[in-house]
C-alpha cells in the first residue's frame, strides 16, 4: 500500500512565525503536491514537483515556499505565518505519469494548522 | 469537530439504500477522473478512476459512470452502508502535459441505519 505521512496532525503557530510542514512517501513515486483545503473551496494546489529539487507553483503559491532535496520529502515552508493561513494542508504524491497509465494521487491524513 | 465540509450539499440515505453522488467538471479536454472519499479527520482516500474513452467503470460496491457530452460524473455506492458515511469529491485531470488534478468542492454522504 501506498503510505504519505505528514508530520504533525494538528498543529498551533503564532503570526510571524517560521512553519515547516513535512510530507514522506514510501512508494518511490516521482511527483510529489501539497494542497490547502478549505471549506466550499475544496482543493487548491498550492505547489507539486516532479523530481529532487524541482518545483513548480500551482495555483495559490503566495506566502508559501516548498523544498524537495531527497524524492521521498517534500516539505511546505510558511516563511511568516498570517492568520488566513489557517487551514488543513494535504500532501499528496503519484507515480510518473505514462501515457495510458494511471496518475492517481494519494494522500497523507492532513495537518490542521490554526495561526493566531 | 472538522471544519471541512461545512456548506457542502448533502444526500441522506437509508443503511441499504443505493446513493448517487454526481459531480460536473469543468474542462471538455479533461481525459481522467478520480473519485475520492474523504472521512472526517482523514486524507482523501482514492475509490476508483475513469478513463475518459470508457463511460463506465464498477469497483466493489461502487460504479463510475461518465457522460462526456454533459460533462458529468456520477459515483454509484450499491447497499450503502454507515462507513460510507464521508465527503466525497471528484477529480478530473486538465491536460496540460502535466498530471494536474482539478478537484470538486464535494458531496457529504450520511448514512442512517
Known amino acids: 500500500d501506498v503510505k504519505v505521512t505528514q508530520s504533525s496532525r494538528y498543529l498551533v503557530k503564532r503570526t510571524g512565525e517560521k512553519v515547516f510542514l513535512e510530507c514522506v512517501q514510501d512508494m518511490d513515486h516521482e511527483n510529489m503536491f501539497w494542497y490547502r483545503q478549505d471549506p466550499g473551496l475544496g482543493l487548491r494546489l498550492i505547489y507539486f514537483s516532479y523530481d529532487v529539487k524541482m518545483k513548480e507553483k500551482g495555483d495559490i503559491p503566495e506566502g508559501y515556499s516548498v523544498s524537495r532535496e531527497k524524492k521521498e520529502r517534500f516539505s511546505l515552508i510558511l516563511e511568516s505565518a498570517s492568520t488566513n493561513q489557517t487551514s488543513m494542508y494535504l500532501c499528496a504524491s503519484s507515480p510518473q505519469g505514462l501515457a495510458g497509465g494511471k496518475e492517481t494521487q494519494y494522500f497523507g491524513p492532513g495537518t490542521r494548522l490554526l495561526v493566531l | 469537530g472538522e471544519s471541512v465540509g461545512l456548506h457542502l450539499p448533502t444526500l441522506s440515505v437509508q443503511e441499504g439504500d443505493n446513493s448517487i453522488i454526481n459531480c460536473a467538471y469543468s474542462?471538455?479536454?479533461?481525459?481522467?477522473f478520480i473519485w475520492y472519499k474523504q472521512e472526517s479527520g482523514k486524507g482523501p482516500q482514492f475509490i476508483i478512476d475513469?478513463?475518459?474513452?470508457?463511460d463506465k467503470r464498477q469497483g466493489q460496491r461502487v460504479t463510475v459512470l461518465l457522460n462526456k457530452t454533459v460533462k458529468h460524473l456520477s459515483l454509484q455506492i450499491a447497499a450503502t452502508q454507515p462507513g460510507d458515511s464521508a465527503v466525497y469529491f471528484c477529480a478530473e485531470r486538465v491536460n496540460t502535459g502535466f498530471q494536474k488534478l482539478v478537484f470538486g468542492t464535494g458531496t457529504r454522504l450520511l448514512v442512517s441505519p
Open positions: 475513469i478513463r475518459s474513452n470508457m
Open positions: 474542462n471538455s479536454a479533461s481525459d481522467y
